[in-house]
């Protein structure tokens, strides 16, 4: 397994950006597809984007597609969400996850296929 510490949350006015990063540690990153979820007040945890291992590819909820990116640097072994439009439905904690997969199957939405999870970090945006 890898180890994973989000930073970045914070408050931010609707229409604002924020960035989300994800340090992991622990084994070599690169052989692991990684994601991003969220988790509202109320409501169950939620895919939101994923990445393959080498950062080639990449997919996203459709809730936010268009103002979302994810990104990694494998040589600094990080993680990253750019969030920006953001919306008050976003406000959330974002769980960053990795997964082992090979390159042609890094694609998942599943919170159960994912191995390793971060804490999570907060995200509060005002209307």
């Known amino acids: 397994q890898v180890q994973l510490v989000e930073s970045g949350g914070g408050l931010v006015q609707a229409g604002g950006s924020l960035r989300l990063s994800c340090a992991a540690s622990g084994r070599t990153v690169s052989t692991y597809a990684m994601g991003w979820f969220r988790q509202a007040p109320g409501k169950e945890r939620e895919f939101v984007a994923a990445?393959?291992?080498?950062?080639?590819?990449?997919g996203y909820a459709d809730s936010v597609k268009g103002r979302f990116t994810i990104s990694r640097d494998n040589a600094k072994n990080t993680l990253y969400l750019q969030m920006n439009s953001l919306k008050p439905e976003d406000t959330a904690v974002y769980y960053c996850a990795a997964r082992t997969a090979t390159a042609g199957s890094w694609y998942s939405s599943l919170q159960k296929q994912y191995d390793s999870w971060g804490q999570g970090a907060q995200v509060t945006v005002s209307s």
């Open positions: 990445i393959s291992g080498s950062g080639r590819s990449t």
